[in-house]
């Protein structure tokens, strides 16, 4: 019990009781700018019935759905090449290597991005000597997706690399000793057992995407807001803590249904659809 | 004979590997860049951002807050993922998995989430923008990777040799300090380091919690929020250099285990 008693007194009284207090505090009232504990769920009532509200969270949403697959689609070649083509040596360092970004200012990568984005920033001098562009990137979706990308890429290549590294190899010999060209082994072997990686990475980026304010807000312009500025902004904006903890539980309602279907989905069995 | 195919997949990885590291290259290069809005061609070589930053006596106030957090941070943090780390390798117990999942769930939770409602609970009990506001949200989000990191290593353990030293007749205290800590002490160091880094890096939570005992990634989401700034580059290669001498000391532990065993 005395080796129990140290994770379970921390972790409750500032991780447990903390998130069950932002459900209370949903529940209370606002009144001449003073918060006052009640029962009452009136900011409920008032942000579900914005609009400006289903819009942030239907742009929230698309968003990170967008990254999820878009990020998984770019990470795959690089997972597939890391895993099947290079020695195992090659493959360590390489997933070490990509573990050097977490430990990077995320802050400060942001806003290398955000001068490399710029109108007359890097990239665009790089296109206007193929007498291309400037292209507007900052403060667009773009911006956003560029951001999430950056956050989210490392992380989803090396869960693929691991998943795609760990398949029995006879298997791949296998099929392509039974005539399966390559397209088709990577469709119909290699992706159905790497299944879970796959969609483990797909969830990490898209909480990770979910819930980030820094990318929205400095690349994407936070115009319109995505659910996570929403919460910065009522929150910042004197004493409206009780509506950002309305928008801060629908988050978590959502994260959770989405990671519940997820595992769902990866640990169905073979053959039963 | 390597393929066209292998050949072009190659190349994409090392695309890749651009893209991830072209933000942290970029802001190394312009931290010794003179203009003001980086662009190539490059302005010429100066070392005026940097003289900038250390001149600069709030930016040693928020290198004091964050190098006292994150010290706090590790220690607390490695002391509770050891005895969870632990209990999880000694016991079976009715609800063990509801316990796991309260050890390894804080890094699901959006950063935003968690600081806000660690921002109201502190608020409540009168301990938001304090000068251990930060530290203990911080403890939070940190034990999990050092609970984990040590589980590995005692998985590593022979589970005998633990009862054997009891057999022999040392107490349960003794055996674990003679038996299990030597053991997991690469690990422990291995988690002190890794976590100080994580928390010495995070910049949400402390943003929300933090009120004037500013950090250093929070100085730097302020200075982020106004124009465009080189400072930030120059503090960037700064942190970069700590974290990852952190994290390399912490790889370096890890790894003993492999050339030992």
């Known amino acids: ?273 | 004979m390597i393929s066209f195919k292998s050949i072009l997949l190659r190349c994409y990885v090392v695309l890749v590997f651009a893209v991830v590291f072209a933000p942290i290259i970029a802001s190394f290069v312009f931290s010794f860049n003179s203009d003001r809005f980086p662009t190539v061609p490059l302005g010429s070589f100066t070392t005026h951002w940097y003289q900038q930053v250390i001149s600069d006596s709030e930016f040693w106030e928020a290198f004091r807050n964050s190098a006292i957090t994150a010290i706090c941070t590790a220690i607390v943090a490695t002391i509770i993922g050891f005895s969870a780390a632990y209990t999880d390798y000694r016991y079976q117990f009715f609800g063990k998995s509801v316990y796991l999942a309260l050890g390894l769930l804080p890094p699901t939770i959006p950063l935003v989430i968690f600081g806000l409602a660690m921002l109201a609970w502190l608020s409540r009990l009168g301990m938001s923008g304090q000068s251990y506001s930060v530290f203990l949200a911080h403890v939070v989000m940190c034990t999990p990777f050092a609970m984990a990191i040590i589980r590995l290593r005692l998985s590593q353990m022979d589970e005998s040799l633990e009862a054997a030293a009891w057999n022999l007749g040392a107490s349960h205290w003794s055996a674990l300090r003679h038996v299990v800590l030597p053991f997991v002490r690469p690990a422990i160091i291995s988690a002190l380091c890794l976590t100080a880094a994580v928390s010495f890096d995070e910049f949400a939570v402390a943003w929300f919690v933090s009120g004037l005992n500013k950090t250093v990634p929070v100085v730097v989401l302020e200075i982020l929020q106004g124009q465009v700034d080189p400072r930030i580059n120059a503090i960037g290669t700064f942190v970069f250099l700590t974290s990852m001498t952190l994290v390399v000391i912490s790889q370096v532990f890890l790894l003993t285990r492999t050339t030992k065993s």
């Open chain 1, 1 to 273: 019990m005395l080796w129990r008693a140290p994770l379970l007194i921390w972790q409750i009284l500032f991780f447990v009781v903390p998130l069950f207090f932002l459900v209370y505090l949903s529940f209370w009232v606002v009144k001449n700018y003073r918060m006052t504990p009640a029962l009452d769920p009136v900011n409920w009532i008032k942000m579900l019935s914005r609009d400006y509200f289903w819009s942030a969270y239907g742009l929230t949403l698309t968003m990170a759905t967008v990254a999820a697959l878009l990020v998984s689609l770019l990470a795959f070649p690089a997972a597939y090449t890391l895993a099947f083509k290079v020695s195992a040596r090659v493959r360590q360092l390489a997933v070490f290597v990509l573990i050097i970004p977490f430990f990077t200012s995320y802050l400060v990568r942001i806003y290398a991005w955000q001068t490399l984005l710029a109108e007359n920033g890097v990239i665009n001098a790089f296109f206007s000597l193929l007498n291309l562009g400037p292209f507007t990137m900052l403060n667009t979706p773009i911006g956003t997706m560029v951001g999430y990308i950056a956050l989210t890429l490392p992380l989803v290549v090396i869960l693929q690399t691991i998943s795609l590294a760990n398949i029995d190899r006879s298997l791949v010999e296998a099929a392509h000793n039974l005539g399966c060209g390559k397209l088709r082994t990577i469709l119909t072997v290699i992706i159905p057992l790497a299944k879970n990686g796959i969609i483990i990475g797909m969830v990490f980026c898209f909480i990770l995407s979910f819930g980030d304010f820094v990318s929205p807000y400095y690349l994407g312009g936070s115009k319109p807001p995505t659910l996570s500025i929403l919460i910065i902004d009522t929150t910042k904006a004197g004493q409206q803590w009780p509506k950002a903890a309305v928008v801060a539980i629908t988050m978590i309602v959502t994260l959770f249904i989405v990671a519940i279907a997820a595992v769902a989905a990866a640990y169905k069995r073979p053959g039963t659809r």
